[in-house]
């Protein structure tokens, strides 16, 4: 229920509050004095995007708040939806600065259109001429028998089972296409598998190759050297491992005359265990050392080998080449399993196909069981409104799956005697529709959850008793709803626990539009002029006086 609405600095509004009583609220007022101007601040609250030229002075930011409370309409889980701190009292708060840039908050969190969208869609219900336009449309109708047989829980498990569906369908389809582009490439992808398998390459394998191509092709030289250093070493007449030995016996001889000889006696023991053992290194690895032409011309050829596979790959190690031999080792799996993976997700597409199907098929045998009673009741009431010859009728046709089942809906209408039924688009009047979209939200009053039912002008070409009979179901719906109501008549007018009137202050420079609650002397003028003009009668005045009273 909204329980408080503060509009500054929109449109013509300079500064407007107003607090909506819980049942039916009235506000009347003068054409263009701003009453619509309110309806489209409404919109801003509920998620519509901001028009450019709403400020009224631009030197200053517009704000529009609206205070609802929702505790009884069990929103906290849609609040959490969207990350939102929930509160038995929903503040929602719009800001639109004079270059049109829009903020939104929710209980002072700055949100988005969207999720003012979701929950505007749980706090208010508009009626509008656009909404009456809407009434043509087959979806808007669709979603009126839904409401009407109380579908949501089944329309919620079509919905999620046809999103299934799709999704199978997808990846069925995904599939097929994967497969023609992979049976393109499946010869080539087989022929560079096959050559990287049949190389059979090795983490490491090129690091050592080039190493011991570098010693084979140097083999003659490494020797040479080798040798060399065991000349010097141990095997020439003059060699270190003698010269080493020599010291040392000299430095033994003095030994005994002081500790720092000693020392350098053991530093050259050490010395001479170190050469020792590099001499037998030495002629290791002069035994490893040996000149092998087809050695050579093997590593040569392996390293040939990947070098050209590199080059055909674009890489520079065997590591990349591994990575590329595995994913071409899945793609010529996938090409072995592809067959298999298509018709399962052949099959799953088909499981949730005819689950689709199920629920749709229960689904439109529930809106068809409310058909008649619906016509019914929409011809009984738009007989009280005046309109005893009124048919309706409701057309079902079968359709493809979509989003919303397997039916589309004509609702066809007739407002004369003997003139058969047509779609609304071409059988209503203006009048016609308004009293015709009357009928079905007092209808859907009892069907939805929906708080605040806001209806814009409703009445338009009714008059007399019949608008006396739309009142008395104004005043019906607001036992159960708040109802705010924008009029032009005063049998309308009349009935209204809370009466606001719009007008036109131009005691300044600039003109702007102001609301206020009407007391019961002032309604009853209020009301005699809706009947007598500017200057009402007393017998206008008396009619205003029997018009509130039978309220």
């Given at each position: 229920m909204l329980s408080n609405l503060s509009i500054e600095n929109y449109a013509l509004i300079r500064q407007l509050r107003i607090k909506p009583v819980s049942s039916l609220n009235i506000i009347t007022g003068e054409t263009g004095a701003g009453k619509s101007i309110m309806l489209g601040a409404l919109g801003l609250l509920l998620g519509k995007r901001a028009e450019t030229k709403v400020v009224f002075d631009e030197s200053r930011k517009c704000i529009i708040e609206g205070v609802f409370d929702v505790k009884a309409y069990e929103m906290k889980a849609l609040f959490e939806a969207y990350d939102l701190d929930y509160e038995n009292e929903c503040i929602i708060r719009r800001e639109i600065s004079a270059n049109g840039k829009s903020r939104a908050f929710i209980n002072d969190t700055p949100t988005t259109l969207d999720a003012l969208k979701a929950i505007g869609l749980r706090l208010m219900d508009i009626h509008s001429q656009h909404e009456t336009l809407a009434l043509g449309n087959n979806i808007y109708q669709l979603q009126i028998l839904d409401i009407i047989a109380g579908n949501k829980s089944l329309l919620e498990a079509y919905q999620?089972?046809?999103?299934?569906?799709?999704?199978?369908?997808?990846?069925?389809?995904?599939?097929?296409?994967?497969?023609t582009q992979i049976s393109k490439e499946a010869d080539y992808n087989q022929f560079l598998f096959e050559e990287l398998d049949k190389a059979q390459l090795q983490n490491g394998e090129q690091e050592e190759l080039e190493e011991e191509l570098s010693r084979l092709e140097h083999a003659e030289e490494i020797k040479t050297k080798l040798n060399e250093a065991l000349m010097i070493s141990d095997q020439s007449e003059f060699n270190a491992s003698s010269m080493i030995q020599e010291l040392k016996s000299i430095l033994s001889s003095i030994s005994s005359y002081g500790k720092n000889y000693d020392n350098l006696r053991e530093r050259l023991e050490s010395l001479q265990i170190e050469l020792k053992d590099i001499v037998n290194e030495l002629e290791t690895e002069d035994g490893k050392v040996e000149v092998d032409p087809q050695r050579t011309i093997e590593c040569q050829d392996r390293l040939n080998l990947i070098y050209k596979l590199q080059q055909k790959h674009q890489v520079s190690s065997i590591e990349e080449l591994l990575v590329i031999y595995d994913d071409l080792g899945g793609k010529v799996l996938r090409v072995s399993n592809l067959d298999e993976a298509i018709e399962e997700a052949a099959k799953a597409e088909a499981e949730a196909l005819k689950k689709a199907k199920d629920l749709a098929i229960k689904l439109s045998e529930s809106r068809i069981s409310v058909t008649k009673k619906f016509s019914s009741s929409v011809c009984e009431l738009l007989a009280e409104l005046g309109m005893p010859n009124a048919t309706v009728e409701v057309k079902r046709t079968e359709t493809a799956l979509n989003s919303n089942g397997c039916d589309s809906i004509d609702i066809l209408f007739s407002a004369n005697k003997g003139i058969a039924p047509s779609p609304l688009k071409q059988a209503a009047s203006g009048g016609e529709f308004s009293r015709l979209m009357f009928a079905i939200k007092y209808i859907l009053a009892d069907k939805t959850a929906l708080p605040t039912i806001v209806f814009d002008e409703i009445d338009t070409g009714i008059s007399g008793e019949i608008a006396i009979k739309m009142a008395q179901m104004m005043q019906k719906m607001a036992s159960n709803h708040q109802v705010i109501t924008i009029t032009h008549l005063p049998q309308i007018a009349a009935k209204g626990a809370a009466h606001y009137f719009v007008f036109k202050d131009e005691s300044t420079s600039t003109t702007s539009s102001q609301i206020k609650l009407l007391s019961?002397?002032?309604?009853?003028?209020?009301?005699?002029?809706?009947?007598?003009?500017?200057?009402?009668?007393?017998?206008?005045?008396?009619?205003?006086?029997?018009?509130?009273?039978?309220?």
């Open positions: 999620q089972a046809y999103s299934a569906f799709r999704e199978k369908q997808r990846i069925h389809q995904d599939l097929i296409e994967e497969g019961a002397e002032d309604r009853v003028r209020e009301i005699a002029e809706m009947i007598g003009g500017k200057n009402p009668s007393s017998t206008a005045f008396d009619s205003a006086k029997e018009l509130i009273g039978s309220r």
